[in-house]
């Protein structure tokens, strides 16, 4: 859950996110590698900020989903 919230901070920056939910889908072990994404799901604009819904995924080094969950930022337009 640290690398993939550390993940989206580094993407959106600190104190943008306004949801955050993942769940832990299978065991990490001391020597994994893992990576984390996030893939747009929607962007909603109004008068006063723009946000988008994020779909978040860590893998280790076989493929396999690790956590999985939402995010919900506020970003510049």
Same mark, same amino acid.
């Given at each position: 859950?640290?690398?993939?919230?550390?993940? +989206?901070?580094?993407? !959106?920056?600190? #104190?943008? +996110? /306004?949801?955050?939910?993942?769940?832990?889908?299978?065991?990490?072990?001391? #020597?994994?590698?893992? /990576? @984390?994404?996030? /893939?747009?799901? %929607?962007?909603?604009?109004?008068? %006063?900020?723009?946000?988008?819904?994020?779909? !978040?995924?860590?893998?280790?080094?076989?493929?396999? /989903?690790?956590? @999985? #969950?939402?995010?919900?930022?506020?970003?510049?337009?």
């Amino acid at each position: 859950m640290g690398l993939t919230g550390k993940m +989206l901070t580094n993407y !959106v920056g600190d #104190g943008r +996110l /306004t949801k955050f939910g993942v769940r832990f889908t299978n065991q990490v072990w001391p #020597g994994d590698t893992l /990576t @984390s994404t996030a /893939t747009v799901r %929607n962007i909603k604009m109004n008068e %006063n900020e723009t946000l988008v819904d994020l779909d !978040v995924k860590t893998v280790n080094q076989k493929d396999e /989903t690790v956590v @999985s #969950g939402y995010a919900t930022a506020k970003i510049d337009p």
